[in-house]
């Protein structure tokens, strides 16, 4: 078990796992995994929110209420059964039923709804959505929407504190990991390039902290037509879209088939997109 955080006898050197809230410039705000206790990690590299990080203090301070520590990340990892985080609801909806839905009837897609088809009967869902600091009845004041305005204005700096302040109250908002994927994923279009790694963890880990719900129902229809799926969607097709461009074909076909079968009405063209990569299309020519 990590130790309690206690600047005077704090064992220095002997590996603590922190849990990733918010990653700023110059500092990560995290958790001790098995206290809970906040701290903050005086040591960035390519850290990302929701991430596990164990590390070796060399350092341990406090200024006024705030924990500080610094020395070597030995190791990063992504384990969300991990965190304790309750799963996001699922609230059942009408049961779905392919023969009556109007499926995509193109020939060259036939055989992306054969699963689909063959599943028959399957219950729907809408999840959960998660927004810290939302309030139903300021609908003009959704945080999620302010920080993209922000963001699309040029004023990064105002964007990514919105993000810190509701992913530090809860790491469960699908939608701030979808946005932070897309603002990394913009940054270039190179496959190697920093932005694109970057994308491909923050969207790894919505679609993780998604799939915890879906263990108990791995037969589960999640329309898009119910906004509350959006987001695990869109961390679904940012996931896929950034293992393309890296290359990792195989991966990215799992993750669009997976789409594909969670929401057989195809509000994203995901089955546009099996096919591309069926037909070997690279990432840079599909783009």
């Given at each position: 078990?990590?130790?309690?955080?206690?600047?005077?006898?704090?064992?220095?050197?002997?590996?603590?796992?922190?849990?990733?809230?918010?990653?700023?410039?110059?500092?990560?705000?995290?958790?001790?995994?098995?206290?809970?206790?906040?701290?903050?990690?005086?040591?960035?590299?390519?850290?990302?929110?929701?991430?596990?990080?164990?590390?070796?203090?060399?350092?341990?301070?406090?200024?006024?209420?705030t924990h500080y520590m610094t020395g070597e990340v030995i190791d990063t990892r992504l384990d969300i059964s991990a965190l304790g985080l309750e799963p996001l609801l699922l609230h059942t909806g009408q049961e779905w039923e392919p023969a009556n839905a109007e499926l995509?009837?193109?020939?060259?897609?036939?055989?992306?709804?054969?699963?689909?088809?063959?599943?028959?009967?399957?219950?729907?869902?809408?999840?959960?959505?998660?927004?810290?600091?939302?309030?139903?009845?300021?609908?003009?004041?959704?945080?999620?929407?302010?920080?993209?305005?922000?963001?699309?204005?040029?004023?990064q700096v105002d964007a990514y504190q919105i993000m810190e302040k509701i992913l530090t109250s809860d790491l469960r908002c699908l939608d701030a990991h979808a946005h932070l994927g897309n603002w990394a994923f913009n940054l270039s279009d190179k496959a190697d390039h920093?932005?694109?790694?970057?994308?491909?963890?923050?969207?790894?880990?919505?679609?993780?902290?998604?799939?915890?719900?879906?263990?108990?129902?791995?037969?589960?229809?999640?329309?898009?037509?119910?906004?509350?799926?959006?987001?695990?969607?869109?961390?679904?097709?940012?996931?896929?879209?950034?293992?393309?461009?890296?290359?990792?074909?195989?991966?990215?076909?799992?993750?669009?088939?997976?789409?594909?079968?969670?929401?057989?009405?195809?509000?994203?063209?995901?089955?546009?997109?099996?096919?591309?990569?069926?037909?070997?299309?690279?990432?840079?020519?599909?783009?």
């Amino acid at each position: 078990m990590s130790p309690e955080i206690n600047e005077t006898n704090f064992p220095i050197g002997q590996p603590v796992d922190l849990v990733v809230l918010a990653v700023k410039q110059s500092a990560i705000r995290c958790q001790i995994l098995q206290t809970r206790q906040p701290v903050t990690w005086r040591r960035v590299r390519d850290e990302i929110e929701g991430q596990i990080i164990t590390v070796s203090p060399t350092k341990i301070w406090r200024h006024r209420t705030t924990h500080y520590m610094t020395g070597e990340v030995i190791d990063t990892r992504l384990d969300i059964s991990a965190l304790g985080l309750e799963p996001l609801l699922l609230h059942t909806g009408q049961e779905w039923e392919p023969a009556n839905a109007e499926l995509p009837a193109e020939p060259e897609f036939k055989k992306y709804y054969v699963p689909i088809i063959d599943a028959g009967l399957r219950p729907s869902f809408e999840m959960e959505q998660v927004i810290p600091f939302f309030d139903s009845d300021d609908m003009d004041n959704d945080p999620i929407v302010l920080a993209s305005e922000y963001y699309a204005n040029g004023d990064q700096v105002d964007a990514y504190q919105i993000m810190e302040k509701i992913l530090t109250s809860d790491l469960r908002c699908l939608d701030a990991h979808a946005h932070l994927g897309n603002w990394a994923f913009n940054l270039s279009d190179k496959a190697d390039h920093w932005g694109n790694r970057h994308a491909k963890s923050h969207y790894e880990v919505g679609v993780k902290i998604g799939e915890l719900s879906l263990q108990q129902h791995p037969a589960a229809v999640l329309p898009w037509k119910l906004t509350n799926n959006r987001p695990l969607l869109r961390c679904l097709c940012g996931y896929g879209l950034s293992l393309w461009r890296l290359d990792q074909l195989d991966e990215a076909k799992k993750v669009f088939q997976q789409m594909l079968f969670l929401n057989p009405f195809d509000n994203q063209g995901i089955r546009f997109l099996l096919h591309a990569l069926d037909s070997g299309e690279p990432w840079n020519e599909f783009d």
